[in-house]
């Protein structure tokens, strides 16, 4: 599973990557894979966003700068991520909740433009999100690959999707960033842009 190493100074290069997906501003690099899954909705909320009939009542695009397709065709191959920087980005429908089943009538994601919501936490918590919202967050995998460290959070901006189908989605962001502090709280007064497009493909190992 994918989770990000200790925080890098942020940087504004642009930076396009493979297929097409691409970061610009702060915290930017070669994306090499942008992956989409329910890992992150299943962990927070006890419940995976896939919905039985397709689509996805809650879902998260990671984008990163390794290729992880192996660990897509297969949840237990070996893929070094350690060190390695990533974007997450959270998405859930206006029904989704944790204990919430499919079969009660949830419906999914659908393509539109996503409010960001900042909630100034370093493991922020897409089921206690509102509904109809994104999280965007900066992380890096730690140096032994097990787990992430959180580099910086979205607190302004947008996600835009276009195309919200099981196993693919696509769509483009731009955000206002705060750097994660050695204090431990965010930077909300020096905000830096991030933006991106992506075009994720499903990942069963996410």
């Given at each position: ?33 942008a992956v989409v899954g329910t890992g992150g909705p299943a962990g ?163």
């Amino acid at each position: 599973m994918i989770g990000g190493a200790c925080g890098s100074s942020p940087t504004n290069p642009s930076s396009t990557g493979s297929g097409g997906n691409s970061l610009s501003g702060t915290y930017a690099f070669p994306v090499q894979s942008a992956v989409v899954g329910t890992g992150g909705p299943a962990g927070d909320c006890g419940y995976a966003g896939l919905l039985p009939g397709g689509g996805y009542a809650a879902f998260q695009v990671i984008l990163v700068d390794v290729n992880v397709s192996a660990l897509c065709a297969d949840a237990s191959a070996e893929v070094s991520v350690a060190g390695k920087t990533f974007v997450v980005i959270q998405t859930k429908s206006a029904s989704y909740s944790g204990g919430a089943h499919p079969d009660a009538g949830l419906a999914a994601v659908a393509p539109g433009t996503y409010p960001i919501i900042f909630e100034d936490v370093t493991d922020d918590d897409l089921c206690g999100a509102p509904s109809n919202s994104a999280l965007v967050d900066v992380r890096n995998f730690k140096t032994d690959g097990e787990g992430a460290i959180p580099v910086a959070s979205a607190v302004t901006g947008s996600v835009t999707y276009t195309m919200t189908a099981s196993g693919h989605v696509t769509g483009n962001f731009s955000v206002q960033m705060a750097a994660l502090l050695p204090s431990g709280q965010f930077d909300t007064t020096h905000v830096t842009p991030l933006s991106g497009s992506f075009d994720a493909a499903g990942c069963t190992g996410l």
